[in-house]
T-cell receptor, first 116, second 111 residues
Framework: DQQVKQNSPSLSVQEGRISILNCDYTNSMFDYFLWYKKYPAEGPTFLISISSIKDKNEDGRFTVFLNKSAKHLSLHIVPSQPGDSAVYFCAASPRDSGAGSYQLTFGKGTKLSVIP | EPEVTQTPSHQVTQMGQEVILRCVPISNHLYFYWYRQILGQKVEFLVSFYNNEISEKSEIFDDQFSVERPDGSNFTLKIRSTKLEDSAMYFC?????????FGPGTRLTVT
C-alpha cells in the first residue's frame, strides 16, 4: 500500500547545482504535503510544506512544487550544499494544516548526496 | 529553539516485557503523535492525541499499545507485552496547528 511514493532511492548532485527530489501520491484525499530531512540516528527535521490550494512554496534555498492533477510534488534545493546530504522524506496528509490533529503518510525516502 | 525530546535513546528489553517510551513535546503544542520506523521500512503513523484522548490510531496500534499524558509535559507510549516485531525506532512528534516536529527517536530492541 504505497500511497506516497519516492521512486528514486538515491540521488547524487554536485555542490552548487540544483537537487530535485520527486514524490508521487495516489490518495486524492491528501491535501497537505511536507518534506522532511533526516540524518542517521536523528529524527525527521521539518523542511517545508505546501497546502493543496497552492502550487508552489518557497523558503530560502528550498522550493516545493505541487501538481495536483498529476498527483506529483517535487522539492528543489538551489544551490545544493554538502550539508544537505541526508535522506529526504515526502509526507502527506488528508487534512489541511489548519485542521489540528492529522496523520502523516510517508514515502520511503531519497538519499541525497551532495558532492563537493 | 524549542525541540521535542525523547528518553531513553535506546531501550533493550526481553520479549513479553512491558516498556514505556517517554517524550516531552514542544511546550505550546497541543497535538501529539507517535510514529515508528522498522529498519529499512517507512516511517509509519501509530497514534495521535489531543485534549487527553486519542484522535486517531492506525491498525498497528492494537491493544498492546497505550498512550498517556501523565502530567503537563510528558507524553508516553506503553507497549504491554513486547514482541520481536516491535523492534523499531519510535518517534514522538508534536504540532500546534501546522507542521509536525519530531524528536530524535528511541531505538527499541526486543530480544
Amino acid at each position: 500500500d504505497q500511497q506516497v511514493k519516492q521512486n528514486s532511492p538515491s540521488l547524487s548532485v554536485q555542490e552548487g547545482r540544483i537537487s530535485i527530489l520527486n514524490c508521487d501520491y495516489t490518495n486524492s484525499m491528501f491535501d497537505y504535503f511536507l518534506w522532511y530531512k533526516k540524518y542517521p540516528a536523528e529524527g525527521p527535521t521539518f523542511l517545508i510544506s505546501i497546502s493543496s490550494i497552492k502550487d508552489k512554496n518557497e523558503d530560502g534555498r528550498f522550493t516545493v512544487f505541487l501538481n495536483k492533477s498529476a498527483k506529483h510534488l517535487s522539492l528543489h534545493i538551489v544551490p545544493s550544499q554538502p550539508g544537505d546530504s541526508a535522506v529526504y522524506f515526502c509526507a502527506a496528509s488528508p487534512r489541511d494544516s489548519g485542521a489540528g490533529s492529522y496523520q502523516l503518510t510517508f514515502g520511503k525516502g531519497t538519499k541525497l548526496s551532495v558532492i563537493p | 529553539e524549542p525541540e521535542v525530546t525523547q528518553t531513553p535513546s535506546h531501550q533493550v528489553t526481553q520479549m513479553g516485557q512491558e516498556v514505556i517510551l517517554r517524550c516531552v513535546p514542544i511546550s505550546n503544542h497541543l497535538y501529539f503523535y507517535w510514529y515508528r520506523q522498522i529498519l529499512g521500512q517507512k516511517v509509519e503513523f501509530l497514534v495521535s492525541f489531543y485534549n487527553n484522548e486519542i484522535s486517531e490510531k492506525s491498525e498497528i496500534f492494537d491493544d498492546q499499545f497505550s498512550v498517556e499524558r501523565p502530567d503537563g509535559s510528558n507524553f508516553t507510549l506503553k507497549i504491554r507485552s513486547t514482541k520481536l516485531e516491535d523492534s523499531a525506532m519510535y518517534f514522538c512528534a508534536s504540532s500546534a496547528a501546522g507542521e509536525q516536529y519530531f524528536g530524535p527517536g528511541t531505538r527499541l530492541t526486543v530480544t
